[in-house]
């Protein structure tokens, strides 16, 4: 299957500054990305959806002026966590699919566990 | 209110033996269903997965069956593995939404040997 990769896999941040997560397709193109975050023993949340060149979708609950979210290019996603506390501390992850793809080909990058402090 | 639900946190199974993992779904309007598998601080890795037009997919030692009028998923893993031991998460997929996946809370397998 393909690759999707995120950096930083691991990040510990104080309270109030923001931190930025990058996710990427390393051998398709994405025209889709999703970000999801999991608590502890809780399942995948997804957080907003991210087509390339356009605003993401945020779901309900997500606040888009704390998490902002860009889709600059065909194989980069970035999720920023802007003023973070330490409620935000989380796994954050990633998911992309390509052009044409089915319901199947939706690869997940390997999370970022983000700290707050 | 979770729309997937996975009621067993954990399931141990002795290897060699079948693994049964159960979901349960409230949304009739799902038509794509996928079992993920997870290891810590790992992403999810897809497995097998199931349209809501059949009852049953097969892919070497993981099946799925659908029973649509329980709304009710389930893998099962035969023989189980050591290696199977992980976090497996059902997941659904609701019809016209831009491939949004909607995930259970998971189970812990593990394969004793």
Same mark, same amino acid.
């Given at each position: 299957?393909?690759?999707?990769?995120?950096?930083?896999?691991?990040?510990?941040?104080?309270?109030?500054?923001?931190?930025?997560?990058?996710?990427? $397709?390393?051998?398709?193109?994405?025209?889709?990305?999703?970000?999801?975050?999991?608590?502890?023993?809780? $399942?995948?949340?997804?957080?907003?959806?991210?087509?390339?060149?356009?605003?993401?979708?945020?779901?309900?609950?997500?606040?888009?002026?704390?998490?902002?979210?860009?889709?600059?290019?065909?194989?980069?996603?970035?999720?920023?966590?802007? $003023?973070?506390?330490?409620?935000?501390?989380?796994?954050?992850?990633?998911?992309?699919?390509?052009?044409?793809?089915?319901?199947?080909?939706?690869?997940?990058?390997?999370?970022?566990?983000?700290?707050?402090? | 209110?979770?729309?997937? @639900?996975?009621?067993?946190?954990?399931?141990?199974?002795?290897?060699?033996?079948?693994?049964?993992?159960?979901?349960?779904?409230?949304? !009739?309007?799902?038509?794509?269903?996928?079992?993920? @598998?997870?290891?810590?601080?790992?992403?999810?890795?897809?497995?097998?997965?199931?349209?809501?037009?059949?009852?049953?997919?097969?892919?070497?030692?993981?099946?799925?069956?659908?029973?649509?009028? /329980? @709304?009710?998923?389930?893998?099962?893993?035969?023989? !189980?593995?050591?290696?199977? !031991? /992980?976090?497996?998460?059902?997941?659904?997929?609701?019809?016209?939404?831009?491939?949004?996946?909607?995930?259970?809370?998971?189970?812990?397998?593990?394969?004793?040997?």
């Amino acid at each position: 299957g393909a690759v999707v990769s995120q950096h930083p896999s691991r990040v510990i941040c104080k309270s109030g500054t923001s931190v930025k997560i990058e996710c990427r $397709s390393l051998d398709f193109q994405a025209t889709t990305m999703f970000w999801y975050r999991q608590f502890p023993k809780q $399942s995948l949340m997804l957080m907003a959806t991210s087509n390339e060149g356009s605003k993401a979708t945020y779901e309900q609950g997500v606040e888009k002026d704390k998490f902002l979210i860009n889709h600059a290019s065909l194989t980069l996603s970035t999720l920023t966590v802007t $003023s973070a506390h330490p409620e935000d501390s989380s796994f954050y992850i990633c998911s992309a699919r390509g052009w044409g793809a089915t319901s199947l080909e939706q690869y997940f990058g390997p999370g970022t566990r983000l700290t707050v402090t | 209110d979770q729309q997937v @639900k996975q009621n067993s946190p954990s399931l141990s199974v002795q290897e060699g033996r079948i693994s049964i993992l159960n979901c349960d779904y409230t949304n !009739s309007m799902f038509d794509y269903f996928l079992w993920y @598998k997870k290891y810590p601080a790992e992403g999810p890795t897809f497995l097998i997965s199931i349209s809501s037009i059949k009852d049953k997919n097969e892919d070497g030692r993981f099946t799925v069956f659908l029973n649509k009028s /329980a @709304k009710h998923l389930s893998l099962h893993i035969v023989p !189980s593995q050591p290696g199977d !031991s /992980a976090v497996y998460f059902c997941a659904a997929q609701l019809r016209g939404s831009n491939y949004k996946l909607t995930f259970g809370k998971g189970t812990l397998l593990t394969v004793n040997p």
